[in-house]
């Protein structure tokens, strides 16, 4: 063992150096007196440099490239006409490496439904301290509600690019309020989106928090370490098994906290014997814990790209490839702002060929519905930890779920043909006029061309001990003493924003309650 890891024995073991896991680790080896053992499944760079630029160019998404090696693809179904391929990163800094750099605060109305739920820790006013801890708001400063020294270093982009400002000026003209801070609580509408970016670097998680601690003697970082499952004796964790360069062998633990990831975390918690009974005991792997909320009950962000054509070459965005976002609530009013419209200043064919300039190409608006919605299931297809799980989402399934994508689409619609944004635009592309104005038709194309925002929650839900939840909220797993999860698995559902900077705050939530061994 000590020839893979360097140490015989940690006091705790985090499974996955993501946007949790990466917080979680750091913070748990400020006390000099825990060892921690951190292992990721990819690569581990130890220095800024060692990244490879397109992974700190935030004007490029590298999880939009199908083939890149930092990235992690899994076969889904998003409906069950409708196969499709979910991305995750792989490699120091999780998916916050491979991402799109946004970095919004859940919503009050979040923080409430979680508490709600049996989490009193997760209320709003509870959070907030760690939402100030985790940050350095390079545009507001230290104040009460944004914090000055902390690791994420967050900066709203500049809406000066051409397409911004027509989008800026599209908004305003049908009336939508101006939201210049969406990490702040105030009503819902256009504005620039908070980033992990700064001067064009996308400083993931990785970057943020460990690189500074990588020296700590009580921290090791261990990367290209697979884990295939915790091992269990008499109801206790006590280690996971991993394999590394070939070799398979069990590293012991005190504590093991899986922040592998809302597709990872549930597949190793069903591999150990803890999920669904019926499902371990079809594929005969013996059950530690009955745990039927494992899996059964995860949710997203539905997402279409509706790409318009530019009436001439509008110039390469400067620092991102983010645009301006404008948040509106869905008729129904029941999530305030669950629409999200966010802009691309890069072709997508840009995003997906990893370059920032596509002569003569289409650019688009990514477009998401973001209520929350637990319609997804994720379980095992067999006992070899090598097989993935089949992921399906339940995309569309009711009748509400397809009208907020209408109302979406038609939004957007809507904000091109302003004649602020036909200054600079010939129009949408697809879909046309007769399908905009029929639902039954616009029903069909939204079908055709759904996609995710890659925003999974809730594989693992906190809550009291009972069916519905599988953690509680400090992420302890009900039943098996010295196991937890931190990632977002454990929000009963997604928020009603891109979930990044809650996973980081996940992270900073689970490592202040093991500091302080709260009950």
Known sequence: ?????????????????????????????????????????????????????????????????????????????????????VVRGRYLGGSTTVNGGYFVRARREDFDRWSAAGNPAWAYDRALPFLRTMETDLDYGATDLHGGSGPVRVRRGSLAHPAAAAFSAAAKQLGHPLEADKNDQTSPGFGP????????????????????????????????CLVRRVVIQKGRAVGVVVERHGRQVVLRAGEVVLSAGALVTPQLLQLSGVGPRADLERLGVPVVRDAPAVGTRFSDHPQLVLEWAPRQELGEPVDSWLGGCLHLSSSDLMHQGDLEILQSLVPMAGLVGGTVTVPGAPLAFLVSVQSPAPTGRLFLRSADPATPPRIEYGYLAGSHDRRRLREAVRATAELIATPSFTDISQGLLQPGPDVLDNDRALD???SRNIGTSHHTCGTAPMGPDHADAAVDQYGRVHGVHALRVADTSVLPAAPLRGPAATAVLIGEVVAHAMRHELP
């Open 444 to 446: 069909e194309w939204i």
């Open 193 to 224: 989106a908070p980033c992990n970016v700064v001067d064009g670097l996308r400083l993931n998680a990785g970057l943020s928090y460990l690189l500074t601690a990588l020296n700590r003697p009580n921290l090791t970082v261990v990367g290209d």
């Open 1 to 85: 063992m000590k020839g893979i890891t360097g140490r015989d024995r940690a006091d705790v073991i985090v499974v996955g150096a993501g946007a949790a896991g990466s917080a979680l680790a750091a913070r748990l080896s400020e006390d000099a007196g825990r060892t921690v053992l951190l292992l990721e499944a990819g690569p581990v760079p130890r220095r800024l440099e060692e990244f490879p630029p397109e992974l700190l160019d935030a004007r490029l998404v590298p999880g939009a490239q199908p083939d890149h090696l930092a990235v992690q693809r899994y076969a889904a179904h998003l409906t069950p006409e409708r196969p499709y391929t």
